[in-house]
């Protein structure tokens, strides 16, 4: 294996190298599958978790420059040693366990929510011909897993002994649970469109990227992960000035490390899967035949898209809790589906026609819907203000009719 | 390799830890949580039947999944159904212990 | 001793230990995290079978609903079970005893079927075969349409029935 080869697919490389090393040891064909999977998940969650360094790091420069300011810059240049000089600090905090917690549950739940955002990384197809593993069932796969996100988050708050972090922990799975049935909805029309629950089989459907033939469905996916997530605008389980950090309250240290850590690194890895259902994964020009390049797309893909969510963190106030499920329930599961039932309908209607008019038919599809429930907010708006201005039976003061004489009109 | 017989053990098992949950505990939740045992137990018994078909045959035996996906589907229903009327038992009467309920009345 | 057989019965195990651990213990709460630890444990021999969808499926409805549904309940009803008095009601000692004495019987006779020893093998199904013979199987005439659709039937009336039978009726 000459040098060129080695830097066509690295990766493999190493692995091919190391099976046959394990087989001239004399170590049995299926042990030796079981040891390189196992170096694999280690080396990948080792390196995602460093990674998370870099990624806080960028975020709050970036949410910095959105706010005005300028973020780290005093622990090396630019401040790139900051994360490092939080992580130190983290790890030598004492671990304040306060009286009366359940141990079980109090310990376990930040190794439960690190888990459950580490174990999507299992799925994704980083290039052609590397994936942690090909699950024909990757997308519920995916799915499964942010269920047992919440249940890491129920054990904290339960076993925090505290009524707030209890109720903190209440919403947040409330609105985790919530938002996975729009998402559901949006990956099964993909899975549609592509004909497998398979990752790998999907990046190798999107000739056309999904996000062509399905903007909304791009878009409710999006809505639906940050929310999936709890970062701005749905972080209301953690806003600082209402429930005092949530469910992680009681947790100190390396344990709030860990949540800390999950929040951040689960922000990269949707936007991971984003990029790999939405916008082609590893596709590329070139991708095929050098799988290095096909790991180099699919980085700078998600982390566009990673960057998306930072801008909408840095710009949106927050959401309320009756807001946050009025949004999924009236508003992003109806359209899921909707779209599901339309993408279904005139997919057979245009099964026969070239892959051009599919692709036009879609598009005209989606934003037809786009514009039908822009104009049902819209109408609903103008029902709401009319109600307001009409209920009022005593003049209100507002910024805008300050200076007027007559104070009644709106 | 793995034989039928170590499915069909380990589902008896289950099953019958799941019986004495049913039969033992007095909080009608705990028996709810045994209810949810003896149903897995069932499905893994209806799956290792599945791949026993399906190996012996070399087609996909459908009936098989089919079966063992109605039963999570009764599993949520029931499980859903069961907790909405303790839920309900216990405004009236305050107390969740199947023993106490055991007036048909109000 | 090959890797398979391995996995069994260190699943098996985890899986054993948690069923007793969920009605043995007197915090229903643990034992609630306990059976989420037994449901893990059945998506594990699940996947060793070779149904990765139900695999999947299991994690997805019984971890991310229906334990959670148990959790919310066990909740919402404490304060009543103390945890000092007795979990257990008198029958227990007899319940043992019928309990092994049942798994005996069955397993004896179960054991005299011809197939029982056979050994399961991989299956040599591709990609999406099994996911996609389910799913004709579910809307075909001549499959399985009608259980199908009375399943989801069910599920709407327990819905329903469930936001009903727990509506807070004094607040009307």
Redesign the interface.
């Known amino acids: 294996m000459n040098f060129i080869d080695f830097l066509k697919d690295p990766i493999m490389a190493i692995a091919e190298w190391l099976g046959n090393l394990l087989s001239t040891w004399g170590v ?1 064909d ?2 030796s599958t ?1 040891i390189l999977y196992f170096l694999g998940a280690a080396v990948l969650g080792t390196l995602a978790l460093l990674l998370t360094l870099i990624f806080i790091w960028a975020e709050r420069k970036i949410i910095g420059r959105l706010q005005d300011r300028f973020g780290p810059n005093r622990v090396g240049p630019w401040g790139i040693f900051q994360s490092v000089a939080d992580m130190v600090k983290i790890f030598i905090k004492e671990h304040i366990i306060p009286d009366g917690v ?1 141990p ?2 109090y310990h376990l739940a930040p190794v439960i929510v690190v888990a459950s955002v580490l174990m999507v990384l299992a799925i994704v197809p980083l290039s052609s011909t590397l994936a942690g593993s090909d ?3 990757a997308v ?2 995916l ?6 996100g ?2 890491g988050i ?2 904290a708050g ?1 076993g925090s002994n505290n009524k707030y972090a ?1 109720l903190s922990a209440f919403r947040a ?1 409330a609105q985790m ?1 919530s938002y ?1 049935i729009p998402m559901a909805i949006v990956l099964l029309i993909t899975v549609l469109l592509s ?4 990752m790998s ?1 999907i990046v190798r459907a999107q000739e056309v990227p999904f996000i062509i033939l399905l903007p909304l469905g791009a878009l409710i996916f999006f809505i639906a992960s940050i929310a999936e997530n709890g970062r701005a605008p749905f972080d209301l389980a953690e806003a600082e000035s209402e429930l005092v950090a949530g469910f992680n309250v009681e947790y100190s240290g390396l344990k709030f490390g860990m949540f800390y850590v999950a929040d951040f690194l689960r922000a990269f890895i949707s936007a991971v899967i984003f990029a790999t259902i939405f916008l082609g994964g590893w596709r590329g020009p070139g991708a095929e035949t050098i799988p290095a390049l096909g790991i180099i797309y699919l980085v700078i893909k998600s982390l566009f898209v990673w960057f998306l969510g930072v801008w909408i963190r840095g710009s949106l106030p927050r959401y309320r809790i009756d807001q946050m499920m009025m949004i999924n329930w009236k508003f992003l599961t109806p359209l899921a589906i909707l779209l599901l039932v339309l993408v279904m309908l005139t997919g057979k209607l245009v099964d026969n026609a070239g892959s051009f008019i599919q692709v036009v038919t879609m598009l005209v599809l989606n934003f037809i819907l786009l514009a039908f429930a822009v104009w049902v907010l819209r109408r609903r708006e103008k029902r709401e203000k009319i109600a307001e201005i009409g209920s009022r039976s005593r003049p209100v003061a507002r910024p805008d009719n300050i200076l007027k004489n007559n104070m009644m009109e709106g | 390799m793995v034989s039928l017989s170590w499915y069909l053990i380990l589902a008896a098992a289950l099953f019958l830890i799941g019986v004495y949950g049913v039969i033992v505990r007095r909080n009608s939740i705990a028996i709810l949580m045994g209810v949810e045992l003896m149903l897995n137990a069932v499905n893994i018994n209806i799956l290792a039947f599945w791949h026993y078909h399906t190996q012996l045959n070399g087609v996909v035996n459908v009936s098989g999944m089919v079966f063992a996906a109605i039963v999570i589907i009764a599993a949520a229903a029931e499980a859903a159904v069961g907790l909405a009327l303790i839920i309900s038992v216990f405004r009236r009467k305050n107390s969740i212990v199947a023993a106490e309920m055991n007036v048909l009345k109000g | 001793m090959n890797v398979q057989q391995v996995i069994f019965i260190s699943f098996a195990l985890v899986t054993v230990f948690a069923a007793i651990m969920v009605v043995s213990l007197r915090n229903l709460f643990h034992a609630a995290l306990w059976l989420i630890v037994a449901l893990l444990g059945v998506a594990s021999i699940f996947a060793l079978l070779g149904a990765s969808f139900f695999a999947a499926v299991q994690i997805l409805v019984y971890i991310g609903a229906i334990a959670i549904l148990l959790i919310f309940a066990v909740m919402l009803t404490r304060n009543i079970m103390s945890d000092e008095t007795t979990q257990t009601n008198r029958a227990w000692g007899l319940a043992v005893i019928l309990v092994v004495v049942i798994f005996f019987i069955i397993v004896s006779q179960i054991s005299t079927w011809s197939g029982f020893s056979q050994p399961l093998t991989d299956l040599p199904l591709s990609g999406q075969e099994s996911i996609l013979a389910l799913g004709k199987g579910f809307v075909s005439p001549n499959g399985f349409a009608l259980p199908f659709e009375t399943a989801s039937v069910l599920l709407l009336a327990a819905l329903l029935g469930g936001v009903y039978i727990a509506m807070d009726r004094e607040k009307e």
Do not use: K
Not at chain 1, 195 to 198: I, N, R, T, W
């Open positions: 049995s299926s042990w079981f359940d079980v549950p699950l024909n069932v519920l796969f799915l499964a897993v942010g269920g047992l919440e249940i129920i054990m339960w209890l799975s649970i996975e004909g497998s629950m398979s089989d």
